[in-house]
């Protein structure tokens, strides 16, 4: 099964940008649909977007269209997900997720089975 380990959080102030990275092992990532996913403390799992295993095609959520972006780079096996013009209520954690079934854009958590260990974000004033 596929492993999934993230990077790149920390702390930024409000208007800041980052980018999360996700490194895929152990399945051919050709055959992985992705996915972002977001969880405040002791809150359950937001969708932020998906990208199909064999298009270009993303799905993001209208709480971040056009602030945040999803992409990947196969040779790199590696998934990312780009957060501009960040504010504080963006703080959380992010998990990158996958799945070896088409999922189109559905981001329900429960959909996806493999997951990373999540990665800290937090946007001060």
């Known amino acids: 099964q596929p492993q999934l380990v993230e990077s790149g959080g920390g702390v930024v102030h409000s208007g800041g940008s980052l980018r999360l990275s996700c490194v895929i092992s152990?399945?051919?990532?050709?055959?992985?649909?992705i996915a972002w996913f977001y969880r405040a403390p002791d809150k359950e799992y937001k969708g932020i977007a998906a990208?199909?295993?064999?298009?270009?095609?993303?799905y993001t959520s209208d709480s971040v269209l056009g602030r945040f972006f999803i992409s990947r780079d196969k040779k790199k096996r590696t998934m990312y997900l780009q957060m501009n013009s960040l504010k504080p209520d963006d703080s959380g954690a992010y998990y990158c997720?996958?799945?070896?079934?088409?999922?189109?854009?559905?981001?329900?958590?429960?959909?996806?089975?493999?997951w990373g260990q999540g990665t800290q974000v937090t946007v001060s004033t």
């Open positions: 990208m199909g295993a064999f298009s270009d095609e993303t």
């Open positions: 997720a996958a799945d070896d079934r088409n999922l189109g854009g559905n981001l329900q958590s429960s959909e996806y089975q493999f």
């Open positions: 152990g399945f051919p990532m050709d055959y992985l649909h």
